[in-house]
């Protein structure tokens, strides 16, 4: 008995990860099969997904996967995506795609729905997947090894501690098979944990242990369970973590957790707040960026004054005078003129006040390691008239618009989490469309991305003298020594050696403050993981390996705080 219950168990579980089944040519197993790569998806980020085409026959085939992602319990907030793949006669095609999801949306929690078509030559099908998560709830990923003893009692143990203040169950986390990580960071980047066992860690793929690597330097805490007592150097796990953590912890040979610890650390334990919580509270009440851009006022006594003189127009002078008794035709004639020329009033009117494009701000938290920048980038604008909303980023990044101060220009807000944010991934980039940039509006964004760079700072023969291979000036250095002592420069150019200036720990410390202060809270708190890292820099630019999003908008101030490990020529 118990055999068949956990045989119809496992089955319900694989059932959960297989989005669509589509047997098209029965006599020669000719199908179509996508597979969620996790059983549910992170609260916002991408959901990677494997395509399988086996083409049995003599013909070739091809289809297209539409993706439509929603949030809020109206889906009033929407991210589409489709994909098409072609497969030659007698082949079969595996292709793993990363699909964008929609923002986060309301602050009472998030229901998040996953709607997959399948169109083409082989056929029709659909598929919904769905995942609720509390604002509190961190979104975590647990091995499969992990999930099978222990998911009950966590999602138990999840609900008993977040109940009063959310109702229902809850599941705690989202399962995967190591064999089957994706390779790409990008799949990782809505999840704030990952647990594992040191075994999934050491049978995965290289390049999906690359790309959580690389999850990890973003902010992500990777835990490794071993019943082996095995060390982090011993399984190869980074050193270097970057803006994240990674911990190994020691596990009985039944691989069964205490879910009152493991739920308390996921949701604590010196781990940053869950990436859902960050994006709905750190911008719309006490964002720095924000206040430093400033305010402006929507001029409404214009519009109001042209808005009566056309109702006086339009109205008593026009019955009255344009087309007064006995020449009521007029009135077809004149009331579109005076419609027509009131509108045209109003349009150069907001176009001599807002004008085109907009104007904005960007801060800029970046670790360069390894031949590559990890970034962390927010960003707030004001938009005049946009005569375009489609854009391209390159490269593919984790792109997400975030709630801002409620005013007369504000679109998304806390209270008005509507709208659609289509993203594209191809080629390694994105193509948005959607209200990412509205005409005369006000938007912020957070974005982080991975993008290759050869800058860095290096040592030279000389001990107290640096040099910056960085393509940009650096206005300002803070180094601190092997053994804790602080150094400082100023006006760096590429490739000249500049001399270092020792300073007391009483003077560094208030400016590297100020710096943090500049950032978003979630921004702050990874700061504040790297700032003493003993043979390391923090370097201040008014430029650096930021990521362009909308070429409309004028960035009119750039702060980017740069760190990194001094390392050997």
């Known amino acids: 008995m118990r055999l068949l219950l956990f045989l119809f168990l496992t089955a319900i579980a694989s059932a959960q990860e297989t989005l669509i089944r589509k047997q098209f040519e029965p006599i020669t197993d000719t ?107 961190p979104s975590v990923l647990l091995s499969a090894p992990l999930y099978t003893p222990n998911a009950s009692k966590l999602d138990a143990e999840l609900t008993t501690r977040l109940s009063a203040s959310y109702g229902g169950s809850m599941t705690f986390a989202s399962k995967f098979t190591a064999a089957d990580l994706p390779d790409n960071w990008l799949a990782y980047s809505g999840f704030d944990r990952i647990l594992m066992l040191d075994s999934d860690w050491t049978t995965a793929p290289a390049g999906a242990r690359t790309a959580i690597e690389s999850w990890v330097r973003l902010g992500g805490d990777l835990i490794v369970y071993s019943p082996t007592n095995a060390s982090a150097a011993s399984l190869s796990l980074p050193e270097n973590t970057g803006f994240g953590t990674v911990s190994t912890t020691d596990i009985k040979n039944d691989l069964t957790l205490n879910e009152t610890e493991t739920i308390s650390r996921v949701m604590g334990g010196g781990m940053t707040s869950p990436r859902k919580m960050s994006l709905e509270n750190d911008y719309h009440i006490s964002w720095p960026l924000r206040a430093a851009f400033g305010d402006e006022s929507f001029r409404y006594a214009v519009f109001i004054i042209i808005l009566v003189f056309f109702g006086i127009l339009v109205g008593p002078i026009n019955l009255f005078v344009f087309a007064k008794s006995g020449r009521r035709h007029r009135l077809f004639i004149t009331t579109p003129i005076i419609s027509l020329g009131t509108s045209i009033l109003l349009i150069i009117l907001i176009i001599f006040q807002d004008g085109f494009g907009g104007k904005g701000m960007r801060a800029a938290l970046i670790e360069v390691a390894d031949n590559s920048a990890y970034i962390h980038q927010e960003q707030f604008c004001r938009t005049g008239v946009l005569t375009k909303s489609n854009f391209a980023v390159d490269p593919a990044v984790l792109f997400t618009p975030v709630q801002v101060k409620e005013t007369s220009w504000s ?13 594209q991934p191809s080629g390694g980039k994105l193509s948005a469309t959607g209200d990412w940039f509205q005409s005369r509006s006000e938007q912020g964004h957070s974005i982080d991305g991975v993008i290759p760079t050869r800058g860095r700072i290096e040592k030279t023969s000389t001990p107290d003298k640096l040099i910056s291979t960085f393509d940009f000036p650096i206005e300002k250095l803070y180094y601190l020594d092997p053994s804790a002592k602080w150094h400082r420069a100023e006006s760096i150019r590429t490739g000249e050696s500049f001399a270092l200036t020792q300073v007391e720990d009483t003077l560094v410390n208030p400016e590297i403050q100020k710096l943090g202060a500049q950032l978003s809270a979630r921004n702050q708190r990874f700061f504040e993981r790297v700032r003493y890292n003993r043979g390391h820099f923090i370097a201040v630019a008014s430029s650096g390996p930021v990521i362009a999003t909308h070429p409309g908008i004028r960035w009119e101030e750039t702060t980017s705080i740069i760190t990194g490990a001094v390392v050997a020529p």
Do not use: W
């Open 31 to 137: 199908h179509v099969e996508v597979t969620s790569l996790f059983s549910r998806p992170a609260a916002d980020g991408y959901f990677p997904v494997r395509v399988k085409i086996a083409n049995n026959l003599k013909t070739p085939a091809s289809i297209r996967l539409d993706f439509r992602c929603s949030a809020n319990y109206d889906n009033s907030l929407k991210c589409t995506s489709s994909f098409s793949f072609d497969a030659p006669p007698g082949k079969t095609v595996i292709r793993d795609i990363v699909v964008p999801q929609n923002p986060v949306g309301t602050t009472y929690g998030s229901a998040i729905s996953i709607l997959t078509e399948l169109s083409g030559t082989m056929g029709m099908e659909a598929h919904s997947l769905s995942a609720d998560y509390n604002p509190t709830q």
């Open 411 to 423: 679109r998304f807000t806390s209270s008005n989490t509507r709208g659609t944010f289509n993203l």
